[in-house]
């Protein structure tokens, strides 16, 4: 039995900003109510697209993520990386959409589809990405954020009462939440069987330990593709 309340899904990083070049260069929402998605047949579209331009070999425009199960605690975040070290100087266009089964009175639920997309521009000037930065008080308030206010739930939908405003300030990347993420990423791009990696430095040793810790590791990346992590894989979730 899943609770009413506010469902929400903002999009942590990256903003409308310029950041170096990056072998691990993240995308991260959070989701407030994580609980919810599985009982509002909620899931994630997503397109980045280097120049806008949806043939140029950066470009990506397949990412979904479904989320099935409920997913644990307040506040789950949900993060991509990909590789701009072979893109110094462009733009990128990072589209979302996020989708809601809304049940109707009638009784046939229909989709609300909310679309956001950031511009954001990669180029050695830039700034280093930062999570932690992106969730505090000066910037959290510019996150791309959706809100539904979800008074009871039906057969895979959600009766959804007036759209509520957001409240992305709620959400608080720890710096060694942060850290995990790029720990996971790392772990993933290391892990035997993987999707064609690129030349991440991976751990030598079967140690976890250095898993654990991204600031002992340097990134190499040696593709030419820009290189799409996790696509396909829908569970790779972790918590704030
Ligand atoms: C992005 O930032 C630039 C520079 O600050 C600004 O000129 C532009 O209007 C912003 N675009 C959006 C969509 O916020
Ligand atoms: C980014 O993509 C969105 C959705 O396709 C589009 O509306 C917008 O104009 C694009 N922005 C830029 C700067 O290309
Ligand atoms: C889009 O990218 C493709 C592949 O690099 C290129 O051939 C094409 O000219 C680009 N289109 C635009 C409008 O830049
Ligand atoms: C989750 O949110 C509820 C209500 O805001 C709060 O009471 C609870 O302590 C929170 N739990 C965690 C793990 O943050
Ligand atoms: C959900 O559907 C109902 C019709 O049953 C409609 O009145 C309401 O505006 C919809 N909610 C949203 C947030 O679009
Ligand atoms: C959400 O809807 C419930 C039920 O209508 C209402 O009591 C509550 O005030 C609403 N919350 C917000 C933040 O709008
Ligand atoms: C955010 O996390 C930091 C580090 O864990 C903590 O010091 C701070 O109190 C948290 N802020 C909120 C609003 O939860
Ligand atoms: C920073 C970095 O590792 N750059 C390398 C990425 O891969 C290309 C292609 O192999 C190299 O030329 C760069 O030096």
Redesign the pocket.
Do not use: A, G, K, M
């Given at each position: 039995m899943t609770n009413p309340g506010i469902f929400e899904v903002d999009l942590v990083f990256p903003r409308n900003a310029t950041y170096t070049p990056q072998a691990l260069m993240p995308i991260v929402w959070a989701v407030q109510r994580p609980d919810m998605p599985p009982a509002l047949a909620s899931s994630i579209t997503w397109s980045l697209l280097e120049s806008n331009n949806y043939t140029a070999p950066g470009s990506s425009d397949d990412g979904l993520i479904e989320m099935l199960s409920p997913l644990p605690g307040n506040e789950t975040l949900i993060s991509r990386f990909f590789n701009t070290i072979e893109y110094p100087d462009g733009y990128w266009n990072l589209t979302w959409t996020l989708w809601v089964n809304?049940?109707?009175?009638?009784g046939s639920s229909?989709y609300?589809l909310k679309t956001g997309s950031t511009v954001f521009t990669i180029s050695k000037s830039g700034q280093e990405p930062d999570l932690v930065a992106a969730t505090s008080a000066g910037q959290c308030d510019a996150m791309d954020a959706y809100a539904?206010n979800v008074t009871s739930f039906g057969e895979n939908c959600g009766?959804?009462g007036?759209?509520p405003t957001t409240n992305p300030c709620a959400v608080n990347i720890s710096s060694s939440a942060a850290s995990s993420l790029y720990a996971s990423a790392t772990t993933w791009y290391c892990a035997p069987n993987t999707v064609d990696n690129p030349n991440v430095t991976c751990p030598t040793s079967t140690s976890t330990s250095s898993a654990s810790n991204p600031a002992s590791q340097s990134f190499m990346v040696t593709r030419t593709a820009l290189l799409m992590l996790l696509v396909g894989i829908t569970n790779f979730i972790l918590m704030g």
């Open positions: 809304n049940c109707s009175q009638e229909q609300i539904f009766y959804l007036p759209t």
